[in-house]
């Protein structure tokens, strides 16, 4: 299947097993600097403990060993039902526990809102619309209501759910095929850098991880960056080969989709795929090389030109983005990017839910000012060991199944394939990169998990072939150990126990942030459409806590805001009476309602036409 490492049969000379021996004495020194004084959950230390008693029971390994062997050794006819396999069981498992844990199937976070509300737009041909008359009723979080109406961030992702909104397809479900299809490509990659059985273990692996389940519904860009970006290294693997033209087509439109998606994560795999394009090119015929590089750079331009033409429709130049744009309007002397921190910057948005978030932005710009690289460095790699190897998402004091660090410097020495580097070396520039960011957040991780899983599995592959003569205790029982800290780390099999024990039955969240439910699931049924929804906002009193997360302003199902089913904007107080006067010219009929955001109660004003006229009527 590849180079690797040593397969049975080979030469395991003591080199080899020094390699590994040193790994594991790295790994483990990196599990007790990371993780010391903080225990594993007792599910993982269970999880271990079964399989150490199962192992010691020859029908057990031999049986495990057959396994692993029969799945190494699949034929090539097999792989597609096996690839087919893993994305209809990643799909139905990733429903089916959404479905257990009670999770929202609606957009509650200003992330997948935005980008709703740009899929609507470019499902319609348009990258901004025109600014709407009563705009500052509309103004709302990440979303530009002047000069144009325009989500702020890059378009890649909206790209991708456009067929959503034209099929009328729920907005989860098409974030589930995503995360289907990464299983998928994930299982394929690593079969053809390792075996199937390496690969089967990958996925088993990235379903185990917290930020590919809480992704998996969400119609954000994080798990379609992902996805283009291993449709992008399987296209260039298939182009190394003998540079053909098709792949370098492939190759092109995968990167190119991936700057305007993730442009951090794009230059992440950029740079070492790049690098190995042009390691490559020496030993292909000269035309095909430079018809390649040609190929690949034509395929990329019409998603190169479509983010140019956005940020020059936005802010008015080629070259700066919606992204910095917002900053500049909202926090004026805030860089989206870098180390700067502006003093004194005061938000200019006059909701206070904006000013409520924005202060907490600046708060956090200030604090990541005074820290230095190093040190941010040193946050972004414990934030990337921790996210991507199993764990439990209560479980925010340890890396949970920690002891799985053990294994990622052995993976790391036994690299010898150079496709496999090509894939884990994005995961330096990411954290690198994400050092100049003020925040990375959990499921930013998900971007480089490919790389890491691999190095796990790598991991797990050396130790069992490291040593032939105990192949059957060691080649059993590492592989089933992965596999019983990935299955301990599920949802299924967790509880708070930060709760007390008579509240921690079904308590497990993927999604721990949960939205009030009632903007998308009572709203409906309680106005009579056409709906014009005005939400009050209330002051918050001494003490108490908003969540700015939980905003309702947002129309994720149209593009043209006028024509809402349900049209959401806030209450103005006094201004009120200009977007009712506005609807009242043109769609009389629509019912006006009050909404308290405190109390979630529904106050029916009549329609717009009939409150127009009683305002015109002399007392």
Not at 111 to 124: E, S
């Amino acid at each position: 299947m590849n180079d690797s490492i040593v397969l049975p049969g080979q030469r395991h000379d003591a080199a080899i097993r020094g390699r590994v021996m040193a790994g594991l004495v790295l790994g483990g020194g990196l599990w007790l600097l990371l993780d010391r004084g903080r225990r594993e959950s007792i599910q993982h230390w269970i999880a271990l403990a079964v399989v150490a008693v199962a192992c010691l029971i020859p029908q057990v390994r031999n049986l495990t060993i057959r396994l692993i062997d029969r799945l190494r050794n699949a034929a090539p006819r097999g792989m597609n039902l096996l690839t087919l396999g893993v994305f209809a069981a990643v799909f139905l498992y990733l429903l089916t526990t959404a479905l257990w844990q009670a999770r929202d199937l609606y957009p509650d976070w200003h992330d997948q809102q935005m980008t709703l509300i740009q899929a609507q737009m470019l499902a319609r041909g348009r990258l901004w619309m025109p600014r709407h008359p009563c705009a500052d009723f509309f103004e709302t979080f990440y979303v530009f209501v002047k000069p144009v109406y325009a989500a702020m961030y890059f378009p890649g992702a909206a790209l991708f759910f456009v067929p959503g909104v034209w099929l009328h397809l729920p907005e989860w479900l098409l974030p589930l095929i995503a995360s289907a299809l990464v299983a998928a490509m994930l299982f394929r990659i690593v079969s053809e850098l390792s075996d199937p059985a390496s690969g089967l273990l990958a996925v088993i692996v990235l379903v185990s991880l917290w930020i590919f389940r809480l992704l998996s519904l969400w119609a954000m860009s994080h798990m379609v960056f992902t996805l283009l970006a291993l449709w992008a290294f399987w296209s260039w693997m298939k182009w190394r080969r003998a540079g053909s033209l098709v792949w370098a087509i492939s190759l092109g439109i995968a990167l190119g989709w991936m700057a305007i998606t993730r442009p951090i994560d794009a230059v992440s795999y950029g740079i070492p795929i790049g690098i190995a394009i042009l390691i490559s090119l020496p030993k292909l015929p000269a035309r095909r090389g430079i018809a390649s590089i040609v190929l690949i750079g034509v395929a990329a331009v019409p998603f190169l030109s479509l983010q140019l033409i956005l940020d020059k429709g936005i802010t008015g130049h080629w070259l700066k983005s919606p992204l910095q744009y917002y900053d500049d309007i909202e926090m004026p002397g805030v860089k989206a990017f870098g180390v700067d921190s502006a003093h004194d910057v005061e938000p200019t948005s006059h909701l206070p839910q904006k000013q409520l978030q924005e202060r907490a932005i600046l708060a956090l710009q200030s604090e990541f000012a005074k820290k230095s690289r190093i040190h941010v460095l040193g946050e972004r790699i414990r934030s990337l060991l921790k996210f991507t190897l199993p764990t439990a998402r209560f479980d925010d004091t340890s890396f949970g199944a920690g002891v799985l660090l053990v294994l990622l410097p052995v993976g790391l020495f036994s690299i010898r394939d150079p496709r496999a580097l090509v894939l884990v070396s994005p995961i330096i520039p990411f954290v690198v990169g994400y050092s100049f960011y003020p925040e990375m957040l959990d499921h930013y991780c998900i971007a480089v998990a490919p790389g890491m899983i691999y190095l796990l599995v790598l991991g797990v592959r050396s130790v069992a072939f490291a040593w032939p003569s105990a192949r059957g205790i060691i080649g059993s029982s590492i592989p089933l150990a992965v596999v019983a800290l990935a299955i301990a780390s599920l949802p299924e099999l967790h509880r708070d126990t930060s709760l007390p024990a008579e509240d921690r039955h079904h308590t497990f969240d993927d999604d721990s942030f949960s939205a009030t439910g009632f903007n998308y699931e009572t709203l409906p049924d309680e106005v009579e459409k056409p709906a014009l929804v005005l939400y009050r906002y209330w002051k918050l009193k001494p003490g108490e806590q908003r969540n700015f997360n939980d905003e309702p302003v947002y129309n994720v199902d149209v593009a043209d805001i006028d024509k809402a089913p349900i049209i959401r904007a806030h209450d103005l107080g006094d201004r009120d009476r200009e977007i009712i006067d506005y609807y009242a010219k043109i769609q009389p009929e629509r019912h006006v309602y009050i909404v308290d955001r405190e109390t979630l109660q529904v106050q029916s004003l009549g329609t717009a036409g009939d409150l127009a006229k009683q305002w015109k009527t002399p007392k």
